[in-house]
């Protein structure tokens, strides 16, 4: 209850409307001023009227100018007196801000411990993503130029692959965690016909987009000699990344994250293309996995690398040698036939025609 010194009496305020409070206030006034309990001093109380106009309290007595107010009209003053607080309070602050800036400034975000941090690449000049407009196995057309604004993963699979098939459950965690800012799109490479892979979609609870691999689909994003091979895409459309193989979905956090602009603890680093994304990049490589040019000089590596980029791999990959390099650096055929060229070029032996590589020209010295 609250008490306010007006001088005002019981009987003339008018929220006390009820006939039986207010012959309780027809006490005597000398009652009211004069009765005191155990000697204590005279102090001002308060007391609660319920809707039926009785008196709550415990040892009530009244003092002069004694101030009654009903609950609903308390309970409006007081949160007038709060809302009036929270105001000050907000101007005040306000008023700091403008006044100390530097105190108020906030505190830039904590750089993450180069020793320790996550590195995540991404191509340093990336192309644009190919075009791809095609049905998925739903009858529903998917769109290149619905992914505006968009991370996008176009992760090439089969339903016989076992790490296509492990990364599933994967693919669907990123998509329920990103939602409309990520969209996943699969591309099946399975010689079954697609009433098969639907079936084995909806067994998996596949609910991303998945359309049946063309050659030309696949030719046009540099070739898929591995699966899964998944291409990142950024919210311009273009292909930042490739990963070749399962690929940690910790991973995946990272580069999603910060391709939308979301705080992460990783630190992004780029790089060139030269054929990690795109095979046919491997052209403007100078240097190639597993192969050494010691001991060459700049005109002779040239032509040691042009022959790497004409000559095609006999392993059966269809790829140039260079290409071969990159995509596996395993592979003992394309590590042996890069060695010979560097021998030959340093002996200056004139090079064996051989069948040129598919979509590489014939040799030029």
């Not at 007038?80 to 008023?95: E, M, R, T």
């Not at 050659?215 to 459309?237: K, M, Y």
């Not at 192969?291 to 790497?308: N, W």
Request: proline content about 7%; hydrophobic content about 40%.
């Amino acid at each position: 209850m609250i008490h306010s010194r007006v001088r005002k009496t019981y009987a003339g305020h008018s929220l006390l409307s009820t006939s039986i409070v207010k012959s309780i206030l027809k006490l005597k006034r000398a009652a009211c001023w004069g009765w005191r309990q155990r000697g204590y001093r005279q102090r001002l109380r308060s007391a609660r009227i319920d809707t039926y106009g009785a008196v709550r309290g415990r040892d009530l007595y009244c003092v002069r100018y004694d101030f009654i107010m009903e609950p609903v009209a308390m309970f409006r003053r007081n949160l007038l007196i709060l809302g009036l607080s929270a105001v000050a309070g907000i101007s005040l602050f306000g008023a700091a801000r403008m006044v100390f800036p530097r105190v108020f400034a906030a505190a830039p975000a904590a750089r993450p411990d180069d020793a320790n941090a996550p590195v995540i690449r991404f191509v340093k000049n990336p192309e644009m993503a190919p075009p791809l407009q095609a049905i998925d196995l739903l009858g529903r057309p998917v769109n290149k130029e619905n992914w505006a604004g968009k991370v996008v993963i176009v992760n090439f699979w089969a339903t016989w692959c076992p790490p296509c098939r492990e990364e599933i459950p994967e693919l669907l965690e990123l998509k329920r965690e990103y939602k409309d800012r990520l969209e996943i799109v699969g591309i099946s490479e399975d010689d079954d016909p697609p009433v098969s892979v639907l079936k084995f979609a909806r067994q998996k609870g596949m609910t991303y987009p998945i359309v049946m691999a063309t050659a030309e689909l696949i030719e046009s994003f540099g070739g898929v000699p591995a699966l899964p091979t998944s291409f990142l895409i950024d919210t311009q459309g273009r292909v930042v990344q490739k990963h070749s193989g399962l690929y940690p979905i910790e991973g995946y956090n990272l580069e999603i994250r910060s391709l939308l602009g979301m705080p992460t603890d990783a630190r992004a680093e780029t790089f060139v293309d030269t054929g990690q994304v795109f095979l046919k990049n491997a052209a403007n490589a100078t240097e190639l996995p597993g192969v050494s040019f010691k001991g060459l000089t700049a005109d002779q590596k040239k032509r040691a690398l042009r022959r790497m980029n004409t000559e095609g791999c006999t392993c059966g990959c269809t790829l140039t040698l260079s290409q071969c390099r990159v995509n596996d650096t395993g592979c003992p055929v394309s590590g042996d036939m890069t060695a010979q060229i560097v021998k030959d070029v340093v002996k200056g032996t004139k090079p064996a025609r051989t069948p040129p590589a598919k979509g590489a020209s014939s040799i030029t010295e």
